[in-house]
């Protein structure tokens, strides 16, 4: 099932609208998921990230203009919302084709 889910997610990045039929309990499930529906579900866990992240520069005492590069590494981090998101946040394109072994 999990891996249903992720090629769901995978999709959703690249189309506006998708779908998809998944097997829950080897029974079939036909699903249209439209991107917006995507992004709703996801905006909670965007925002209490991104309030981790302002958090932690406060603590730090880091000014968002100090910031050369904000790194995205990892499989959430090509949906476009949260690309958007972190933009928006930090104001500055985030930088998402870096190998995080080498960052």
Known sequence: FMQQVQHIKE???HSSEIQET??????PYSLMIKR???N?????????TLDICRGVLRDAEIALQDLQGVILVGGATRTPAVVMAV???????????INP???
């Open 11 to 13: 999709k959703l990045s």
């Open 22 to 27: 998944i097997f829950i309990q080897d029974q």
């Open 36 to 38: 917006e529906e995507y």
């Open 40 to 48: 709703a579900c996801i905006e909670p866990i965007i925002q209490r």
């Open 87 to 97: 933009r928006d946040c930090f104001k500055q394109n985030p930088l998402c084709d």
């Open 101 to 103: 072994d080498e960052a």
